[in-house]
Structures are given as C-alpha cells and as structure tokens.
C-alpha cells in the first residue's frame, strides 16, 4: 500500500483553468494546481529547486519530479497543439498564511510575494 501523498502548499491558483490552441483540437494535457505552481515558482519566479520546494512543503527529488512532468505535459501540449486545463490536485492554498515561509520570525526569501506584507519585515 502506497504511502499517503502529502498536501502541498500553492500560492497562487489561475483564473484561466483552460488554453486552447488556434486549431481545433480536441486532445488536451491536463496539469494540476502542483504541476503549476511549480511552474511558476521556477520558471516565472526564477527561484532555485530549494527554496521553491521548501515554499510547496516538499522535497527538493519530489518538487523535481513534479517540474519536470509539468514541463513534458506542457511541451506536448505546445507541440501537438493540446489543449492545456488546469484542474485538481492535492493542495493547500497559502494565502492564509501571513508569511510564505519564516526563519527567526522574518521572511526567508525577500523576493516573494507576501515579503511586504509580513508584519514580521516591516
């Protein structure tokens, strides 16, 4: 019996749960709310495989084996012309959360979104 997978925590949930190709066509690649964040943790964000694994709760192997799915689904889906949808998971939203992570009481990573925010910086 496999083990239970752990919730990873997300900051950020998209609006557009659906891109479609110019052509019509009805394949699609279906990412999840993980896949995505780590997408945009490492890719839009430029964080290094630590601290974006450290901000999802995971491993650095477990957020790399998540990247690099995210990544192959995503190049399918550009190069067959896929539709992308964006849907399900298991994930918690971090939004709730004051600080995205915290060392000594003050945020670890100046550069995240909710560094200004944290009364512990200010």
Same mark, same amino acid.
């Given at each position: 019996?496999?083990?239970?997978? &752990?919730?990873r925590l997300v900051g950020?949930?998209?609006?557009?749960?659906?891109? @479609?190709?110019?052509? @019509?066509?009805?394949?699609?690649?279906?990412?999840?709310?993980?896949?995505?964040?780590?997408?945009?943790?490492?890719?839009?964000?430029?964080?290094? !495989?630590?601290?974006?694994?450290?901000?999802?709760?995971?491993?650095?192997?477990?957020? !790399?084996?998540?990247?690099?799915?995210?990544?192959?689904?995503?190049?399918?889906?550009?190069? @067959?012309?896929?539709?992308?949808?964006?849907?399900?998971?298991?994930?918690?939203?971090?939004?709730? &959360?004051? #600080?995205?992570?915290?060392?000594?009481?003050?945020?670890?990573?100046?550069? #995240?979104? &909710?560094?200004?925010?944290?009364?512990?910086? &200010?």
């Amino acid at each position: 019996m496999p083990r239970p997978r &752990k919730c990873r925590l997300v900051g950020f949930v998209p609006d557009n749960p659906c891109f @479609h190709p110019q052509l @019509h066509n009805r394949d699609e690649v279906v990412l999840n709310i993980e896949e995505i964040e780590a997408i945009r943790l490492s890719d839009y964000l430029g964080m290094e !495989q630590d601290s974006a694994a450290d901000s999802m709760n995971v491993s650095r192997g477990t957020f !790399q084996r998540i990247i690099n799915t995210a990544r192959r689904k995503i190049a399918d889906a550009l190069i @067959h012309g896929k539709i992308i949808r964006i849907e399900g998971g298991n994930y918690q939203l971090s939004a709730d &959360k004051p #600080c995205c992570r915290r060392i000594n009481g003050g945020c670890k990573r100046k550069g #995240c979104e &909710k560094f200004d925010e944290c009364e512990e910086n &200010k």
